[in-house]
């Protein structure tokens, strides 16, 4: 992002950019300048005024504060930093007339479906953004939460809330925040594929609430309503056979667009029945259990009864054990995660099944992997506990390589430290 406090930018057309402008109510506008060509904010091309030649692109922000119906986006980590982007929504909820004098405006995803404690969620995002984002420039004394009715949001819906507040001198203003119900593809419930000239239809099975659903799209073209029914129940659709056999052999994509949000799932279409495997799921209690099951599973595909060597890595945070995910490969090991404060489970399953006289590699400092562990374990049958901390993530990463005996490399991968996707999908290549 280029942050600015101008009202225009100028652009060398052989870069690319993402551009956000904050409006007087910090409210944060954005627009994407590809190579080929400007992707505007939804449905605010007038808003942007450009003058292109041969080599640069002129853009002057304008008019936008005196137009408050606009989508929003998240601008404050809530928790795992699960950030709403308009860009993925739809722009029919709007900011309503007495909610646009507000201080600033943020969203956050719920998920309906789950036991979220959305009370608190919810005051944590208020007390984030009031007292640590700079809306304020005091302390808050007093703020007045939504009742736990208010704060129910149907999957694939939004709605804006006000929340009002006063300052340590007794100011008082008023913060928005929209809940944005999130929809998710219900698995169990829905078709991988549909075999031509065999099955009748395909079932796509969705969390969203039936009348917020808006449009159906495969392989991001609308399908006409006229080649699927729906079902109440969330959403189930039923695709048709006709339409189903006018698609050329393959996997497609499917979108379900609600109000608010949309779930993504693909269908594969096949001239014969696919060969049956095998599919086993691998999940725990938990994710401490779960990685206990992967280790379980891991010592059938080895053949062998116990671990040469077993890596430990903290449950609740991803550098560690994801960097480590290599160190283990290396040694044919498991990737056992622990609870620093009830590590008991962990403990006992290297206990259990850690060869006389093996290997235990600890990642990450005694935050991460609290001293008790190691001393636990240190000496138990002969083992050797070796802990691998830097001073931070990154010098933690370069300590694991080494420890991996890899002192060249042909091939070296490089991602973000600060979020996972990128390195966890490049982890088993």
Same mark, same amino acid.
């Given at each position: ?7 225009? #930018?100028?652009? =060398? ?24 060509? @400007?992707?505007?904010? %939804?449905?605010?091309?007038? &808003? ?14 304008? $008019? @936008? ?14 928790? &795992? ?9 739809? &722009?029919?909820?709007? @900011? ?5 004098? /507000? ?23 208020? !007390? ?11 302390? #808050?004394?007093?703020?007045?939460? %939504? ?23 007794? =100011? ?17 419930? /829905? ?6 000239? !065999? ?18 799209? +495969? ?7 006229? $080649? ?28 379900? !667009? ?49 671990? =040469?060597?077993?890596? +430990? ?34 403990? $006992? ?19 991460? #992997? %609290? ?39 042909? &091939? ?9 996707? =990128? ?7």
């Amino acid at each position: 992002y280029t942050c600015l406090d101008t009202d225009t #930018v100028v652009i =060398d057309k052989n870069q690319e950019y993402v551009v956000e402008f904050v409006d007087y109510y910090r409210v944060r506008h954005e627009f994407t300048y590809r190579i080929n060509g @400007i992707i505007p904010y %939804p449905d605010y091309e007038d &808003t942007f005024d450009i003058v292109e030649d041969d080599d640069q692109i002129s853009i002057t922000f304008s $008019n @936008i504060r005196d137009t408050m119906e606009i989508p929003l986006r998240l601008d404050v980590a809530i928790d &795992t930093g699960d950030y709403l982007d308009y860009r993925t929504t739809r &722009t029919e909820w709007t @900011i309503s007339e007495d909610i646009s004098e /507000t201080v600033g405006q943020f969203g956050i995803k719920i998920d309906p479906t789950e036991d979220e404690d959305i009370a608190s969620i919810v005051e944590k995002a208020v !007390q984030t953004n009031i007292i640590g984002s700079g809306y304020s420039n005091v302390s #808050v004394k007093d703020y007045d939460l %939504p009742s736990a009715e208010e704060l129910e949001v149907e999957p694939g819906r939004a709605k804006t809330l006000k929340i009002h507040y006063t300052g340590d001198q007794e =100011d008082v203003s008023d913060i928005a925040i929209t809940l944005v119900g999130v929809v998710k593809i219900v698995d169990e419930a /829905t078709d991988d594929y549909f075999v031509m000239d !065999q099955d009748e239809s395909a079932t796509i099975k969705c969390t969203g609430v039936l009348d917020a659903l808006k449009e159906v799209y +495969m392989d991001d073209e609308i399908v006409d309503p006229s $080649n699927y029914t729906l079902e109440s129940g969330s959403t189930i659709i039923n695709f048709k056979k006709e339409y189903l056999e006018s698609l050329s052999e393959g996997r497609h994509a499917v979108k379900l !667009q609600y109000e608010a949000t949309s779930c993504e799932t693909s269908l594969n279409i096949l001239s014969e029945e696919p060969t049956t495997g095998t599919i086993e799921r691998l999940a725990g209690a938990g994710r401490i259990d779960t990685s206990i099951k992967a280790a379980d599973a891991l010592k059938e595909i080895y053949g062998v009864d116990k671990f =040469d060597t077993i890596v +430990m890595a903290n449950a609740w945070n991803f550098p560690d054990a994801l960097t480590g995910s290599y160190l283990a490969a290396c040694y044919g090991a498991p990737m056992l995660l622990t609870d620093g404060g009830d590590p008991a489970a962990s403990i $006992n399953y290297v206990k259990e099944n850690l060869s006389e006289g093996g290997q235990v590699y600890i990642l990450g400092g005694n935050a991460a #992997v %609290p001293e008790i562990v190691a001393a636990r374990l240190e000496g138990y049958n002969g083992m050797e506990v070796k802990r691998l901390a830097g001073a931070s993530r990154y010098e933690t990463n370069l300590m694991i390589l080494e420890a991996a005996g890899c002192d060249e490399y042909n &091939t070296l991968l490089i991602a973000s430290g600060s979020t996972a996707a =990128d390195s966890l999908s490049a982890s088993s290549t």
